[in-house]
């Protein structure tokens, strides 16, 4: 009987759909990740050699003995792990743990999993990259030490359960740097000046042009020089000394990489980096799609290179001259360049096959994983787009010496936009009104003049968009490390989420500063970024892998005896932090504390007060009824005990609004389970409301008296039954009076009684088990 060869894989899904390709000569089998790694128990590393202890995983045994089994009747076996560092790694274990000797062994990887891409890959496998290896051992190693040796004494010194890292310790400190900024901004006054203008003839052609300055732009900073201004463009007539119009052309934005993927998904789809990361796997490894069967629809997605095969470039121009026309092809393919320091090993992320248009598929896909290939294809198809055309008009006027100026733009061919556009992390611009027809030299009369005061504003805290969008910019970490980076600091609490914005703990900060004064090169970002080069020269052969790690533990172990001798018997506290929630039963400020199930509110007054209550999330909004803030608390149910999510008013029953519930009660002051978003209604300037779930929700506003409003049955999501106050009513009658015709309830001697007499049946039918059992026991003994 011939032998199949084996190729093993790390994720069953994946398996599933290489199978498929290669046929019965193949046997494809999952390792589900690592199978060999360093102990969880202990440091695994020795220190003089770095010689790394690998340990078989436990929890693989019957996985890695069906592999040792298949391998060893196969033919050949193919490793065919992920195609990156981690992966090589993988490879390379595996190979060692189940003995498979160099001659059978071949590595292959797929940049996407197509029957082209297989089959072509299995046709020339290659041997292990003992280079890849080793640059993901170093940074295996290094990781390993730094948290091993560090972590214990941030247990010791401040408090149990805390880490430090490489990556994450750098990500905390830019987090707690933005606080800083923002905590020493100091606003800083300007006026702007609003000219409204219009031609000579009445009521033709009126506009707005803001105030530029002389020669120069000028910068105004009180009332006082606004009126001067004003008083003086007042005197004179305003005259047209420039008119152009030009076509402006804009470009789409490049394909995606892993940064701009987590970036622009955290922007659009509201998705975290990790389940970006999550639902891309399963759009990478394969999805069965009706009338395709099981396919892989994306390339890898954890890349740093722009680079595009030809193939999928000829493809994706063909598809847009036969959807949308030649016009919207450029006259030659788009090529973006790569930055400085990127791996560079693999494709960007793009659709394995444009061709299956996201509509058409949707039905096999879930919500989530529409949404991203959607996001993915949109974004690659316009990366190859003719650039959209804009009309654009700019007008200069003078008065008195002062230049104004107005712009207008608008869209003459739509291009790329007509596909995808890229979001924006800073706010967008006001709409811009037409510009009337105007010449040069042309007399303008003045309507009306205005000054507006300003206060400039500090800077935004991150996002998690704008973090992973500063470690890419300053080199820190790869393509692989930034959702993990960015989980780590959350779920250590070193980080908090409010909204979409990531604001520091007060135990982040001492971590933080802690790691600053005893550790500085490892919260350096451009220590860590020359590390990470240092890793790319491993990885290309330059380096050997321990060098590396003689040369930074040499240093580290100096920084760590150090702060051992000089922290002994210290330890260091984290101060509470201090909410505006006020305790009800002594009057002090609860503070917020973190215990198993996560952050909570408790009175500091401990132990003589004992008050706690879940913690309050301040939310973007007004109250609809009185202007109020908003917040999100959590309430559990009479009925089932289980926990739900509402928002309120921070007036609570002080709140004018008054509503009926679904069983008929009055509610007092305002609250909803609908999500408040930061969006206005752009009619009446309410604050907008989204159903609660996951996934994108469509804003909507809930002011009745608005022509903007939108009826419960039309919000999508769960429709809440809707109780009139008469109703209410009603039902509140109908209980009573069902509550009359009810039985009598027992009498509490007639109750107690009936318990003794049924608790004296089962005494007896005890004592009658008892006897069988025994008597059964003894006639076994004899």
Known sequence: MAKTNLVIVESPAKAKTISKYLGPGYQVKASAGHVRDLPKSKLGVDLDTFEPDYQDIKAKSETVAELRKAAKASEKVYLATDPDREGEAISWHLQSVLGVPASKTCRVTFNEITQKVVTESIASPREIDRDLVDAQQARRVLDRIVGYQLSPLLWKKIRRGLSAGRVQSVAARLVVEREEEIGKFRPREYWSITADLSRLAPNIGGFQAEFYGR??????????????????????????????????????????????????????????????????????????????????????????????????????????????????????????????????????????????????????????????????????????????????????????????????????????????????????????????????????????????QHFTQPPARFTEATLIKALEEKGIGRPSTYAPTISTILSREYVVKEGKYLRPTPLGEVVTNFMIERFPDIVDSEFTAQMESRLDEVEAGKIQWKQILKDFYRDFDAELRKAEADLEGVHIKVPDEVSEEICPQCGKNLVIKSGRFGRFLACPGWPECDFTMPLVVEMPGKCPACGSRLFKRTGKSKKNGKQYTYYCCEKGKECPWRGVGVDGRVIEGFMTFDVPVKDNCPVCGQTMFKKSGKGYKRPYCINEKCSNFTPEEKRGGYQKKTVTAAEGEQAESAKKETAKKAPAKKTASKTAAARKSTAGAKKSASEKTSAKTGSAGKKKAE
């Open 215 to 452: 020669e120069k732009k000028m910068e105004l900073g009180s009332a006082d020089e606004v009126q001067a201004v004003a008083d003086a463009v007042k005197q004179d007539t305003f005259r047209v000394t420039a008119v152009k119009r030009q076509d402006r052309n804009r470009n789409p934005a490049p394909h995606f990489i892993t940064s701009s993927l987590q970036q622009e998904a955290s922007r659009k789809l509201n998705m975290t980096p990790g389940r970006t990361m999550s639902i891309a796997q399963q759009l990478y490894e394969g999805v069965d799609i009706e009338g395709e069967g099981t396919v892989g629809l994306i390339t890898y997605m954890r890349t740093d290179s722009l680079r595009i095969s030809d193939e999928a470039v000829a493809a994706a121009t063909e598809l847009i001259a036969s959807r949308y026309g030649k016009a919207y092809c450029p006259a030659s393919p788009r090529r973006y360049k790569t930055k400085g320091g990127a791996q560079d090993a693999h494709e960007a992320i793009r659709p394995s096959n444009v061709n299956l248009i996201p509509e058409d598929i949707r039905k096999s896909l879930t919500n989530e994983q529409y949404r991203l290939y959607k996001l993915i294809w949109s974004r690659f198809l316009a990366s190859q787009m003719a650039s959209a055309v804009y009309d654009s008009v700019s007008i200069e006027v003078e008065s008195a010496g002062y230049q104004f100026r107005a712009n207008h733009s608008a869209l003459k061919f739509s291009g790329f936009t007509a596909v995808y556009e890229e979001s924006r992390d800073d706010e967008e611009e006001a709409p811009q009104s037409p510009l009337p027809d105007l010449k040069q030299g042309e007399s303008l009369k003045l309507n009306d003049i205005s000054g507006d």
